[in-house]
C-alpha cells in the first residue's frame, strides 16, 4: 500500500472502494469524458472500475498506479491520476478532474507530483500523454510541466461513435529532474 504523497495543493493516495461515488461524478460526466478515450460510464461500472483498482494495486510486481487526486487536508476524491509501465522504463499517463473543480491548478499540482514520484521513485526514463487534438487544457498541463509534442497518433481511440487522433506528449528523466 502506497503511502500518500502530496505536491502544494493537492495529495495522491490509493483508491478505496468508498471512492466509487466520487469517482462516478468524473467519469460518468460528458464534460470530462468527451476529452477521454472512453464514453460515460454508469454508477455501476464507475464502482467496479475502483473495486478494480483496489485489486490491482495489490499486484506484485506493480506496474500500475491509479491514485486519487484529493485537495491537501481534505480526502474526498476529487480527480485521478494513472502512472502504467510499458515499454522500457516507460510509463502512460492520465488524469482527469471533476468538472466542478477545473481551472484551479490541481491537475497540474498532482500531474507534477506523479511525475516525480515516477521518476525518482519507480525509476522511469520515459512517460507519455496521449491528448485529444482539442483538449487544449489537458495539454496546457503537459506543456506547462515541460512535456513535449511528439507526433499525432491516427484513430488512436474509438471515443463518443467515432475514430479520434491523439497527440502524443512525451518527458524524459533527465528533463524532469532539471526542471
Ligand atoms: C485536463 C484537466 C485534467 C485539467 O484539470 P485542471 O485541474 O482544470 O487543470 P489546471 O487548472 O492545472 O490547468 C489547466 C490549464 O488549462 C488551461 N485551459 C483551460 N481551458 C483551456 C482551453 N479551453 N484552452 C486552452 N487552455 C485551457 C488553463 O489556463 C490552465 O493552464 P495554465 O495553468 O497554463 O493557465 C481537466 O480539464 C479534465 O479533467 N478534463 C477532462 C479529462 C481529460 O481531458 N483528461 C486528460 C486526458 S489526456
Redesign the pocket.
Known amino acids: 500500500m502506497l503511502k500518500p504523497f502530496s505536491g502544494n495543493k493537492t495529495s495522491l493516495r490509493e483508491i478505496v472502494s468508498s471512492d466509487g461515488p466520487a469517482l462516478f461524478k468524473i467519469v460518468g460526466d460528458d464534460r ?1 469524458t468527451k ?2 478515450s472512453f464514453d460515460s460510464r454508469s454508477r455501476e461500472v464507475a464502482q467496479k472500475s475502483a473495486d478494480d483498482a483496489v485489486e490491482r494495486a495489490r499486484k506484485t510486481p506493480r506496474t500500475e498506479y491509479y491514485l486519487a487526486i484529493t485537495r491537501v487536508g481534505d480526502d474526498e476524491l476529487i480527480g485521478t491520476c494513472r502512472i502504467a509501465f510499458s515499454g522500457v522504463q516507460a510509463a502512460k499517463l ?4 471533476a468538472a466542478d ?8 499540482d498532482a500531474v507534477s507530483a506523479i511525475l516525480d514520484f515516477a521518476f525518482r521513485q519507480l525509476d522511469r526514463h520515459r512517460i507519455t ?1 496521449a ?1 485529444g487534438p482539442e ?4 495539454q ?2 503537459a506543456k ?1 510541466l515541460g512535456f513535449s509534442r511528439e507526433g499525432v497518433l491516427r484513430d488512436h481511440v474509438f471515443t463518443n461513435g467515432a475514430w479520434r487522433d491523439s497527440v502524443l506528449f512525451s518527458i524524459l528523466r533527465h528533463e524532469w529532474l532539471k526542471v
Do not use: L
Not at 492520465?94 to 478532474?97: K, S
Not at 473543480?101 to 497540474?108: D, L, R, S
Open positions: 470530462v476529452f477521454m492520465g488524469y482527469m478532474v473543480h477545473w481551472g484551479n491548478g490541481y491537475a497540474t500523454a491528448i483538449n487544449f487544457a489537458s496546457a498541463v506547462r
